[in-house]
Nanobody, 125 residues
Framework: QVQLVESGGGLVQAGGSLTLSCAVSGRTDNDIAMGWFRQAPGKGREFVAGISRSGRLTDYTDSVKGRFTISRDNSKNTGSLRMNSLKAEDTAIYYC??????????????????WGQGTQVTVSS
C-alpha cells in the first residue's frame, strides 16, 4: 500500500513560482506512476500532470503546458511539481496521486487510485 504526503503549498502572487513535493512511502519498488491533480472551489478534481515510473514520460493538461514541470526522484521516493508563471486560476487544492503500473507509460487520469491529503495553493492577482 502506498502512502502519499504533499508539501510546499502556500500563497504566491500572480507570476510567481512554487514547487510542490510528494513523499512516497509504503512501496519502494518504483513500479508506480505518479500524478498531480487539483480541485478549485466549486469544481471537480482536474488532472494536472502525470509521470511514468522511471520519469522518462510526462503528460500535462493544456492549461499548464510550458509553465509546470513534473518530476520524480526514485532514489528518494519523492515526486515534485514545479509551477512557474502562476495565475489566479491555478488556485486550488493540489493532490499527489499514484497507481501501480506494469510498464513505462503515463496512465489515464481515471486510473489513479491512491491520493495524498492535498495542499492548498493560492495565487493572488
Amino acid at each position: 500500500q502506498v502512502q502519499l504526503v504533499e508539501s510546499g503549498g502556500g500563497l504566491v502572487q500572480a507570476g510567481g513560482s512554487l514547487t510542490l513535493s510528494c513523499a512516497v512511502s509504503g512501496r519502494t519498488d518504483n513500479d508506480i506512476a505518479m500524478g498531480w491533480f487539483r480541485q478549485a472551489p466549486g469544481k471537480g478534481r482536474e488532472f494536472v500532470a502525470g509521470i511514468s515510473r522511471s520519469g522518462r514520460l510526462t503528460d500535462y493538461t493544456d492549461s499548464v503546458k510550458g509553465r509546470f514541470t513534473i518530476s520524480r526522484d526514485n532514489s528518494k521516493n519523492t515526486g515534485s511539481l514545479r509551477m512557474n508563471s502562476l495565475k489566479a486560476e491555478d488556485t486550488a487544492i493540489y493532490y499527489c496521486a499514484a497507481v501501480a503500473v506494469s510498464g513505462e507509460y503515463v496512465p489515464l487520469p481515471r486510473i489513479f487510485d491512491t491520493w495524498g491529503q492535498g495542499t492548498q495553493v493560492t495565487v493572488s492577482s
